[in-house]
């Protein structure tokens, strides 16, 4: 009576290719939301950020990652002078800029 549970047919062994694509599936499917939400948004900021420094130019309104708001006064290869007061300019690293004032007071500063 008991040889009858026991003379099933066994089961068949699942190929390794499937078993290995079924296993690295999680990964994949992490690695692919960890794109989207992490990486690629930090890829789009960056390349503002590095569009916003090449277009950096002489009169521009800016505030810098420290907070200072200031006119560029002079573009140089990697470092812009920043006029904060009268008499006051300051020297820093282009990339220290993170945002550009668009008013219109700005442009009728820098044009007179």
């Known amino acids: 009576m008991f040889s009858l549970f ?3 047919a066994p ?3 699942p190929s390794v290719a499937g078993l290995c694509l079924f296993s690295f599936l999680p990964f994949i499917f992490i690695f692919v939301i960890m794109y989207y939400v992490v990486l ?3 890829m789009r900021r960056q390349k503002d950020q590095a569009r916003l420094v090449a277009a950096l130019k002489t009169g521009d309104r800016v505030v810098t990652s420290s907070g200072i708001h200031g006119l560029i006064s002079n ?3 990697t470092t812009v002078i920043v006029k904060v007061a009268d008499n006051v300019k300051i020297e820093m690293e282009k990339t220290a800029v ?3 004032v668009k008013t219109d ?3 009728n500063v820098a044009t007179s």
């Open 98 to 100: 993170t945002n550009v």
């Open 6 to 8: 026991f003379a099933q």
């Open 75 to 77: 573009v140089k290869d």
């Open 40 to 42: 690629r948004p930090q």
């Open 11 to 13: 089961a068949p062994e």
């Open 105 to 107: 007071a700005a442009k």
